[in-house]
């Protein structure tokens, strides 16, 4: 069992930066693969990025790519979301998952955070 919880959403003017952080509970937290996704109202979720159990691995969604980072710590049970150049778009509820594979597919990831509330005004 993994207990999830994000923070470090929040409102945000167009070109700033923010960082999500998800902690993690377990003592197996390096044999998950962690992902971001995000959810805009009225629209399906998404996904934003995934990084492997190693944090050698890393995957973007085209939209985020350049602008957005992954990481984690394994040390801290945490895993981040460095967002730059933020735009109005990027608005929406962020959840962090955890897999035992290395997956993109939502379906897949088996443990989920409640989700933090970023606003990008334009």
């Known amino acids: 069992q993994v207990q999830l919880v994000e923070s470090g959403g929040g409102l945000v003017q167009a070109g700033g930066s923010l960082r999500l952080s998800c902690a993690a509970s377990g003592r197996t937290f390096s044999s998950y693969a962690m992902g971001w996704f995000r959810q805009a109202p009225g629209k399906e979720r998404e996904f934003v990025a995934a990084?492997?159990?190693?944090?050698?691995?890393?995957n973007y969604a085209d939209s985020v790519k350049g602008r957005f980072t992954i990481s984690r710590d394994n040390a801290k049970n945490t895993v981040y979301l460095q967002m730059n150049s933020l735009k109005p778009e990027d608005t929406a509820v962020y959840s962090c998952?955890?897999?035992?594979?290395?997956?993109?597919?939502?379906?897949?990831?088996?443990?989920w955070g409640q989700g933090t509330q970023v606003i990008v005004s334009s």
């Open positions: 998952a955890a897999t035992p594979r290395w997956s993109y597919n939502e379906n897949r990831y088996d443990y």
């Open positions: 990084i492997s159990g190693s944090g050698r691995s890393t």
